[in-house]
């Protein structure tokens, strides 16, 4: 494969094992942050010998030493190969819309595949140490995605030049690569080219919603004309059977016993918000009796907390694909998220909660009523063994959530332990 000098209009992520399963928060944020889009995509798993010879320079690069933090190690070799990797390349690809409007005649063409993309998609990635990527570029891919400098969620090429041979020792077949020149090819001439590829585009999609849109603006003029256009789109797309979130998002958390669910359920009654348990949807997925099931049914028995991806397609299924959100003021999302990954992950599928109720409780009372619920609950969890466990993981994993929701949105902490109507005198007033 011969080695290109110049930006070759694409990119090279490696979606390392530990981030296997947080593959689409990681592409939606990629895509969402700055436009990159993919353009072919493969599960695999590595072996020591490959896994080597992608993370080592070339030899012709050996006079130029790679920086610190690109250096690759024994350590990022073995955590390569600790199971299945996702290899994806992608590209900058916005389709110049507002050109087709404003020329009126054929779009400019827009330059997509400049050395700048390169640069912006590096300090997307962040520095390879995780720690060094919370510290200094916080909204990083692997400042979110990344455990450390071995497990760092994503991998890609040092600079653009490795970007072809890269690419040779990721793809198993060799043709796949020139697949993927032909495709980021044509992609490209109907992104930058915005001749009759775009404009046939835009006409099959959101031409007609757009230009009757702005028809309408003209017509209201009103004092807002972004967020009246934003809403106008946001109907018409939910219209067109893409349903979208209610209004309002709130998270509801607190140790188990708490109260969320009695709480939810007044609010329910007084407001008609829509009430969505995590845990409810995972029981429910245990009554299909299908192999997630049964390592869900586990999973709560033991206390333990559900591999986030599970729950959040759980959750994304009920909130996206329910056809009746738009009637609702708002969601009330019950229990969920329980551990940091399904927070950051929440966000990037779907979108940020506008606050969170967290209900405060004592250990003694939240075991006292669970105790009590369990006469009636039948819920395999609510005996002492397993509260016991339940506690802990509130602890340990549950608490950091806290934290790093109050860094992002409104957290009203919720005592919790008088009667049911004196937390939800408190409650209410949120909601007024
Ligand atoms: N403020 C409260 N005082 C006394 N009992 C309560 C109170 N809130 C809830 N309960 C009872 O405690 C048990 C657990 O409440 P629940 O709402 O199911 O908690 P969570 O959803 O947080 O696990 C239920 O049996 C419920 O009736
Ligand atoms: O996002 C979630 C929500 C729930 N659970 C599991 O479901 C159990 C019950 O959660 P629920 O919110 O129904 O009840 P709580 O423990 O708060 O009483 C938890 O202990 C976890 O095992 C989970 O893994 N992820």
Request: glycine content about 6%.
């Amino acid at each position: 494969m011969t080695q290109r000098t110049t930006w070759p209009g694409f990119v090279l992520l490696v979606i390392q094992p530990e981030a296997f399963y947080r593959k689409d928060p990681i592409l939606a944020y990629a895509r969402k942050t700055d436009g990159w889009t993919e353009v072919a995509r493969q599960t695999v798993v590595w072996t020591p010998e490959r896994a080597r010879a992608l993370l080592s320079p070339e030899p012709a690069e050996t006079t130029t030493p790679a920086p610190d933090d690109e250096v690759h190690n024994e350590q990022h070799v073995a955590a390569l190969c600790e199971g299945r990797s996702e290899i994806v390349v992608l590209r900058r690809a916005t389709p110049p819309v507002e050109m087709v409007f404003l020329s009126n005649e054929e779009a400019t063409p827009l330059e997509q595949t400049s050395a700048t993309d390169w640069k912006r998609w590096l300090e997307l990635c962040g520095p390879v140490d995780p720690a060094e990527a919370r510290a200094l570029a916080p909204r990083s891919l692997r400042a979110l995605f990344g455990v450390d400098k071995a497990h760092c969620g994503v991998w890609t090429s040092r600079d653009v030049t490795q970007i072809t041979s890269d690419l040779a020792k990721c793809f198993h077949d060799a043709t796949e690569v020139e697949r993927i020149y032909e495709r980021v090819r044509v992609v490209g001439e109907q992104v930058a080219g915005g001749g009759s590829a775009a404009k046939s585009y835009l006409s099959s999609t959101v031409l007609e919603t757009l230009t009757t849109a702005l028809s309408r603006l003209c017509m209201a003029q009103p004092a807002q004309p972004l967020e009246w256009l934003g809403a106008y789109l946001q109907e018409a797309a939910s219209l067109q059977g893409h349903a979208r979130l209610p209004p309002r998002l709130v998270f509801v958390l607190g140790g188990p016993g708490a109260g969320k669910g009695t709480q939810c359920a007044r609010l329910v009654a007084e407001f008609g918000f829509w009430h969505v348990s995590a845990g409810d949807l995972l029981r429910a997925e245990i009554q299909t009796q299908s192999e997630q099931g049964q390592l869900i049914d586990e999973m709560i028995r033991q206390g333990a907390i559900v591999p986030g991806h599970i729950t959040l397609e759980l959750l994304r299924k009920k909130l996206v694909d329910a056809g009746s959100t738009l009637a609702v003021p708002g969601v009330l999302i019950d229990g969920f998220p329980r551990a940091l990954d399904q927070a950051i992950d929440f966000e990037c599928l779907l979108r940020r909660a506008d606050f969170c109720l967290f209900f405060e409780c004592s250990e003694a009372e939240m075991e006292r009523r669970l105790l009590q619920r369990s006469r009636s609950s039948g819920r395999t969890d609510d005996n002492p063994e397993s509260i016991r466990k339940r506690f802990r993981t509130f602890i340990e994993t549950t608490m950091p959530v806290i934290e790093f929701l109050e860094r992002r949105m409104r957290v009203h902490r919720i005592p919790a332990e008088r009667s049911v109507d004196e937390v939800y005198a408190q409650v209410r007033q949120l909601f007024l």
